[in-house]
């Protein structure tokens, strides 16, 4: 709508540009006036709707209880864990990226904050992961719960594998914010479109500590390809009889849990009074039983006899 009603023309994006953001070039004074700042305004709402709508889903899941109590609401999954877990470090880097750039346009560079955005941007390369990351542990959650008619989930060492991808991408997250606190530099990551990195070597302010914090960094990176591997192995190798990880259901009624999952419906014996009934009449016909038994027995002896 900018563009074509303000007579706009979009710029290349430019290290001022948030990830999905645009910038605008107007021609003359078609930048000034009310219609502008309305938009403005109308794109800051729609961007803290969608970051206020995923905070409700996210609490929603916590908060979420058994309609019969809370005693039977079942234990938070690992894969949910990790998922929220990425969905976390996600949004929390694009949500301080947007609002450093916004701060600095709105001021007119009189506030800068070029240091603190420099490093949420290096940061943001190592979340690149988390969107894959998350289709693949709840598509792995899923295959599981197909194999065993909703009960099961994936095998331990599988969800081991999930905690440790999703914990690594969070490692490399803070080893980006940390490496420009001792190099005194922006830190450029490794990236998957093949660009050049520029040579960081020289002039760093502390560069033993530099190189363990790049140490830490791709041993978190290899982490990171080894669980995602351990999921999709897992995926492979899944059975029903092997689909039974953290958070799956035990048989139905077997005593592995405090609380019976899976209760005997009710019958005539929860009937007020039925049992004690039944009782005098299981009383009652064992006697007449037995009164029989006792003639019978006579009646053979007599028989015998003669």
């Known amino acids: 709508?900018?563009?074509?009603?303000?007579?706009a023309k979009a710029l290349?994006?430019?290290?001022k540009t948030v990830e999905g953001d645009v910038k605008y070039e107007f021609e003359g004074d078609a930048g000034q006036g009310m219609l502008p700042k309305v938009m403005t305004v109308l794109r800051f709402?729609?961007?803290?709707?969608v970051y206020a709508c995923t905070t409700a889903v996210v609490c929603s899941v916590f908060t979420i209880v058994h309609p019969d109590g809370k005693e039977l609401t079942p234990p938070l999954s690992p894969t949910m864990q990790c998922v929220l877990n990425l969905v976390f470090q996600y949004f929390l880097i694009y949500l301080l990226l947007w609002i450093f750039i916004t701060v600095e346009d709105l001021s007119s560079g009189q506030i800068n904050l070029h240091a603190a955005k420099d490093a949420i941007e290096s940061a943001k390369s190592t979340v690149q992961f988390a969107p894959m990351l998350c289709i693949l542990f709840v598509a792995t959650r899923m295959r599981a719960l197909q194999m065993t008619q909703n009960r099961g989930a994936p095998q331990g060492w599988v969800q081991d594998g999930m905690y440790l991808a999703s914990w690594s991408v969070l490692i490399q997250f803070m080893m980006c914010l940390l490496m420009p606190v001792l190099t005194g530099k922006k830190y450029t990551p490794d990236t998957l479109d093949g660009a050049t990195k520029p040579d960081e070597a020289s002039n760093l302010a502390n560069p033993w500590a530099a190189g363990i914090v790049t140490a830490i960094r791709y041993v978190a990176l290899l982490s990171l390809l080894g669980g995602t591997a351990t999921v999709i192995t897992?995926?492979?190798l899944m059975t029903p009889e092997t689909a039974n990880g953290r958070g799956a259901l035990p048989v139905v009624?077997?005593?592995t849990l405090g609380v019976d999952l899976a209760p005997q419906p009710p019958g005539i014996n929860d009937v007020p009074g039925a049992k004690s009934a039944m009782k005098g009449v299981g009383k009652t016909?064992?006697?007449s039983v037995e009164t029989v038994d006792g003639a019978t027995s006579s009646v053979t002896e007599t028989v015998t006899g003669f």
Do not use: F, R
């Not at 709508?1 to 007579?7: A, E, Q, R, S």
């Open 45 to 49: 709402i729609i961007m803290l709707t």
């Open 253 to 255: 009624a077997d005593g």
């Open 285 to 287: 016909v064992g006697g």
């Open 234 to 236: 897992g995926v492979i």
């Open 12 to 15: 290349p994006k430019d290290d």
């Open 1 to 7: 709508m900018v563009p074509l009603c303000l007579k």
